[in-house]
């Protein structure tokens, strides 16, 4: 079954980087896009960007377009999420899922990113 | 940008059947999924494709999309099914969009 593991909690001052990570098995790595989803406390779903994991082709929310970067690695079945910048409202559960366009979304447990001073 | 409205909460009694609503511009064009969201944990799909079902999720879920509107309907409702529901769909533009969020809540 599909399988996506993250990486564990991350605190940061403002103005500082984050990178989470997402372990995917369970199915070909390579023959589909990543996307990521976060949700600040108490609120609803928000996405983020997606990247293909085969041809490294990109799509980012013009929200976060900028301070957002997307990468894989295709060696380790791995995929990566970036966010510069960090600020206060930044806070939140950060989530990798493969959603497909016909098959809906399997997704990782979610990483807690807490940005503060 | 292309925007899904639901329900804030929609609550309904033990053994009763519950139905959450999805609406956007041409939704019926669309292939609408559902997810389910306890507290604490990671969204789990209910629903794919408009109406297909995972085949670990009861058959007490079940899902249309015809007339404008994407519906998630709950049968024989149980307190275990008190979740925040999503619909999402890709736009056009192949940007990735949930719905608001709906509250269930079991009498």
């Known amino acids: 079954q599909i399988q996506l593991v993250q990486s564990e909690t991350e605190v940061r001052k403002p103005g500082a980087s984050v990178k989470v990570s997402c372990r995917a098995s369970?199915?070909?790595?390579?023959?589909?896009?990543m996307s990521w989803v976060r949700q600040a406390p108490g609120q609803g779903l928000e996405w983020m960007g997606w990247?293909?994991?085969?041809?490294?082709?990109?799509k980012y929310s013009q929200r976060l377009r900028g301070r957002l970067s997307l990468t894989t690695d295709t060696s380790t079945n791995t995929a990566y999420m970036e966010l510069r910048d960090l600020r206060s409202d930044d806070t939140a559960v950060y989530y990798c899922?493969?959603?497909?366009?016909?098959?809906?979304?399997?997704w990782g447990q979610g990483t807690l990113v807490v940005v503060s001073s | 940008s292309y925007e899904l409205s639901q329900p804030l909460s929609v609550s309904v009694a033990l053994g009763q059947t519950a139905r959450i609503t999805c609406g956007g511009p041409n939704i019926g064009s669309k292939n609408v999924h559902w997810y389910q969201q306890k507290p604490g944990q990671a969204p789990v799909l209910v629903i794919y494709a408009d109406y297909r079902r995972p085949s670990e999720i009861p058959d007490r879920f079940s899902g249309s999309n015809s007339g404008g509107t994407a519906t998630l309907t709950i049968s024989r409702a149980q307190a275990g099914d008190e979740a925040d529901y999503y619909c999402?769909?890709?736009?056009?533009?192949?940007?990735?969009?949930f719905g608001t969020g709906t509250k269930v809540t079991v009498l």
């Open positions: 369970g199915y070909i790595f390579s023959n589909h896009a």
């Open positions: 999402q769909v890709w736009d056009d533009s192949t940007d990735l969009v």
């Open positions: 990247i293909s994991a085969y041809t490294g082709n990109t």
């Open positions: 899922a493969k959603v497909d366009y016909d098959e809906g979304g399997s």
